[in-house]
């Protein structure tokens, strides 16, 4: 298993939602924005793997990362 993690909120003003992870048979979104990828790989193979997700939140609200 590949761990990746996607942002996570600390406030509900700001909406985190997962919208897809392509190149992989399967994944499992866990607490936090950890993001688990089951993946196989033969040595020296590669895999690209695109995960999207989304960002809401009120476009009043001052964001700082």
Do not use: C, M, Q, W
Not at 2 to 14: H, M
């Amino acid at each position: 298993a590949l761990p990746s993690r996607i942002p996570s909120s600390t406030t509900d003003k700001i909406k985190v939602k997962l919208v897809s992870v392509a190149g992989v048979n399967s994944y499992k979104l866990v607490k936090d924005g950890k993001l688990v990828i089951d993946v196989n790989l033969k040595p020296k193979e590669h895999k690209k793997i695109k995960v999207i997700f989304e960002l809401g939140y009120d476009k009043k609200l001052k964001v700082n990362y």
